[in-house]
């Protein structure tokens, strides 16, 4: 086997005490929302450049970084991925999800009406790639937080959609069987009067979130 080579891990000092950085991050991501009210106003390609390089940046299992970021813009392509959501959705709605499911989702008011698909200038499909790879789901997973973390931080709203099944994403975007849909993350600047459920401003405290042992 061939041995690890090692480098110096680079110094980072950040210029507040741990405390207050950490703090200030949680309050920043605190204002993160769900949002299915986007505006057509453009966000550059660079931007979503640096969002999903930020994502890249995750851990995963052995460094095999199980991940596919598909960047779609062009509105053809949106408009079908909205049509396969929506036909999907539909199902979820009418037959797939239990009546809890349900019950559980109406605080929240969400439908099968994706039309933000559409109006979002972004779409990111995130793919979790197969073969030779360990702790995909868990990598993935990682790296979608910090592709949320990044967008936020950069002034851009995001919403996790994940139509079920997710197969129509590899047909629209002609993506081979090796990468499978992961999540569906729209990416732009709220709509003018833009609203979220209140029921969703709701987080679990501190204590029922955090064990100390």
């Known amino acids: 086997m061939t041995e690890p080579r090692f480098v110096p891990l680079p110094p980072r000092s950040p210029t507040p005490p741990p405390e207050e950085a950490a703090r200030a991050f949680c309050e920043t991501m605190r204002t993160r929302r769900s949002v299915r009210m986007f505006s057509p106003r453009p966000v550059s390609r660079e931007t979503i450049g640096w969002i999903v390089r930020a ?9 095999k970084q199980p991940w596919r ?5 062009d509105p053809a392509l949106k408009r079908e991925i909205r049509l396969g959501a929506e036909e ?5 709605y009418a037959r797939r999800a239990s009546r809890r499911w349900l019950e559980d989702l109406e605080p929240l008011g969400t439908d099968a009406d994706k039309s933000y698909l559409e109006v979002a200038p972004w779409l990111v499909v995130v793919m979790r790639t197969t073969g030779r790879v360990y702790y995909g789901v868990e990598s993935v997973g990682i790296a979608v937080g910090l592709l949320l973390a990044a967008a936020h931080h950069a002034g851009l709203a995001t919403l996790t959609h994940t139509p079920s099944p997710m ?7 002609d993506r081979p069987a090796s990468e499978r849909p992961f999540v569906l993350v ?4 709220p709509a003018e009067g833009c609203v979220v459920p209140e029921a969703a401003l709701v987080k679990k405290p501190l204590d029922e979130i955090m064990v100390v042992r």
């Open 55 to 63: 994502a890249g940046t995750a851990p995963s299992g052995a460094n």
């Open 69 to 73: 970021f598909i960047c779609v813009r």
């Open 88 to 92: 999907e959705e539909r199902e979820f």
């Open 167 to 173: 197969a129509f994403l590899n047909r629209i975007l």
């Open 186 to 189: 729209p990416v732009g600047y």
